[in-house]
């Protein structure tokens, strides 16, 4: 069974640092792309940042990118989101998404952590 | 960047009925397109993807269809645990991977 769990949200003052963790299970990690998903409270989604399986080449959503660094250490099964520079409209829950090519979907998600940016 | 339309942004409707979601994509995306469903407090859940393949594990009551601009979610006869917010979201080439602005599905 596929289990994404995520790690290290919590408060953080506008212009501070944070870096979320997403443990993963269940399937071959370093074989798939991982993404992050964000949502602000009451919004939509927003995708914000994929990684290839090896971890070499990423992508930004133009709102994070400068910001935001998304890397995966493949020997210990986790994924992470180097997050700097925050501001209160970065407030969201993050969830980490396994994204499978075969079908170009997310087709499995953690349960979430919460960013709170707020003085 | 592709922009995704969905519509309506919120609708009420009775378990049994049958019930339509449209997705609309700014260009075309052939058949990259994805449908999830999101209820409160919990992430959300891949339903269709390929615009018409159901997922396994989720019941034949949810279709899709379209290609190109314009895709339909589909629930056949609602059930109670289907009243839930539901999302579009395009993979067509490479990201931003973008998602629909949501439709809320409730009881009437």
């Known amino acids: 069974e596929v289990q994404l769990v995520e790690s290290g949200g919590g408060l953080v003052q506008p212009g501070g640092s944070l870096r979320l963790s997403c443990a993963a299970s269940?399937?071959?990690?370093?074989?798939?792309?991982m993404s992050w998903v964000r949502q602000a409270p009451g919004k939509g989604l927003e995708w914000v940042s994929s990684i290839s399986g090896s971890g070499d080449i990423k992508y930004y959503a133009d709102s994070v990118k400068g910001r935001f660094t998304i890397s995966r250490d493949n020997s210990k099964n986790t994924l992470y989101l180097q997050m700097t520079s925050l501001s209160a409209e970065d407030t969201a829950v993050f969830y980490c998404a396994k994204f499978t090519l075969t079908t170009l979907s997310f087709d499995s998600w953690g349960q979430g952590t919460l960013v709170t940016v707020s003085s | 960047d592709i922009q995704m339309t969905q519509s309506p942004s919120s609708l009420s409707a009775s378990v049994g009925d049958r019930v339509t979601i449209t997705c609309r994509a700014s260009?075309?995306?052939?058949?990259?397109l994805n449908w999830y469903q999101q209820k409160p407090g919990k992430a959300p859940k891949l339903l269709i993807y390929?615009?018409?393949s159901l997922q396994s594990g989720v019941p034949s009551r949810f279709s899709g269809s379209g290609s190109g601009t314009d895709f339909t979610l589909t629930i056949s006869s609602l059930q109670p645990e289907d009243f839930a917010t539901y999302y579009c979201q395009q993979s067509f080439s490479t990201p931003p991977y973008t998602f629909g602005q949501g439709t809320k599905l409730d009881i009437k």
């Open positions: 390929a615009a018409s």
């Open positions: 269940g399937f071959t990690f370093s074989n798939y792309v």
């Open positions: 260009q075309s995306i052939r058949s990259y």
